[in-house]
């Protein structure tokens, strides 16, 4: 359990990789957002609702696969244990998420309390994420972290363990497997009723329980790919 706690300080030695980076890009398309409906704006009925949130989520999937793909020989090569290596980044990347989502849900908290930030604008309470139940809001903002952090893990330990071709076979099967559905759907005439059934999913299950399913599935696997992955 030690050297899992080492590995996961070791990831916020390059703090502005992994504060500095997410925050900043996240700021900067926050600015640009209110600016831009800000001067947009023409009564008090339009209320725009931007997807600059996603910024986040997209720099952390980046720093989840350099985690591994830098880190993991280092990490190997001072003796830690492909195990404590898992747990330490599993551990680091949970706390993160955890935290960033805390933020997260104060801002938005902050952004209705300000009608909008002064502009009716909905940056940090998507539509989605407004339910009535606070630890549901809070799990909104912090699944899609760990989600997106094990796609990155998973993403990064393909490479290690099997190279480029991994990769490609990897994108090859992804591809294959959404354009065989899509083909299997227009055929069948399954579009409507796909679209029927998101459409009565709860925003909580979207975006907490079936994220929080497939976050489980994919920490398994990477935990048996990394077991036989190189440095």
Known sequence: MNRAL?????????????????????????????????????????????????????????ASISAILQDFPFALGLGVSRRSFYLGNVLQFTVQALVYAAVLYLLAGVEEATDGWGANLRFFGLPFLVVENPVLRFLGFAIPFL???????????????WGANGLLTLSAVVLAGIGGLAVLATWRGWWSAIGDWFADQPGWALLVGWPALVTLVLAAVSYLVIRRATP
């Open 6 to 62: 080492t590995v996961a300080r070791l990831q916020f030695v390059v703090w502005r990789a992994v504060i500095g980076w997410p925050w900043g890009i996240l700021a900067l398309s926050f600015l640009i957002n209110l600016a831009l409906f800000s001067a947009m704006q023409e009564n008090e009925d339009f209320e725009p609702t931007t997807g600059g949130l996603m910024s986040i989520y997209i720099v952390m999937l980046i």
């Open 147 to 161: 989600l997106l952090g094990f796609i990155g893990i998973a993403i990064a330990l393909v490479a290690k363990r």
